[in-house]
């Protein structure tokens, strides 16, 4: 019983890097449709099959690691804000507590920003791309047409038809 708790540091590790490659080759397993995540569907079938594969691979390592950052960045201010909060917290003394979040607001509150601004920017790019019309008829008034008579400002006389017209 010894042996193991002496040891507890690397059994540690040893479960961490197994959990690790386990993770990994369920996302490969997910990347590649293997197994359980095979696809039911008839796809049709790539005309380069790995150029296909790879260019697929990479955008999905690209789109996942943005995902992971934004994760990790957003953990991260909120692991440095609560180290930065509780000797105050323990002390009792809201003036620590203030100076501390006021030292990490100001370190990384422009990061935390930009990665709010992405995903609602995001969503908010995917709901105007499902209301775009679909033909020129749906688009409503022509950018180029003139505007109708009624709707002369007041003051401002329209200039004279050329000559020939």
Not at 9 to 35: D, K
Request: proline share 8%.
């Amino acid at each position: 019983m010894n042996y193991f708790w002496d040891n507890r540091g690397g059994f540690l590790i040893a479960f961490a890097a197994l959990l690790a490659f386990c993770l990994l080759l369920n996302w490969l397993a997910w990347m590649f449709r293997w197994g359980r995540f095979a696809q039911t569907g008839v796809a049709p079938a790539p005309t380069q099959p790995l150029r296909f594969l790879v260019g697929k691979f990479f955008v999905e390592i690209i789109n996942d690691f943005r995902h992971f950052l934004a994760l990790v960045i957003v953990l991260l201010f909120a692991a440095a804000l609560g180290a930065a909060m509780y000797p105050g917290l323990a002390d009792g003394n809201i003036m620590d507590v203030t100076e501390g979040v006021e030292a990490v607001a100001a370190a990384l509150g422009g990061l935390i920003g930009s990665i709010i601004g992405y995903y609602f920017g995001e969503s908010a790019a995917s709901q105007k791309t499902a209301q775009r019309p679909t033909s020129l008829s749906d688009a409503g008034t022509p950018v180029q047409q003139a505007p109708p008579d009624e709707e002369q400002v007041p003051g401002i006389t329209p200039a004279p038809p050329l000559p020939g017209e």
